[in-house]
């Protein structure tokens, strides 16, 4: 499960990463651009926190 979470993560950070990229190339529109980040921000912040969390010794 916390492979899953990982996985999903890094998909959500690409999102947030290579929309700028593309818009900066003209390769997307600004909406799409949006849309992409803010699909990135929902996954990043959904999953990371589960499997960020410090250990308790």
Avoid: D, Y
Wanted: glycine fraction near 6%.
């Amino acid at each position: 499960m916390r492979i899953l979470l990982i996985a999903i993560s890094i998909i959500g950070l690409i999102l947030t990463v290579v929309p700028s990229i593309l818009v900066f190339t003209q390769n997307i529109t600004l909406e799409t651009h949006k849309q992409l980040m803010l699909a990135g921000m929902v996954l990043w912040f959904g999953t990371a926190v589960f499997w960020i969390k410090e250990k308790n010794e």
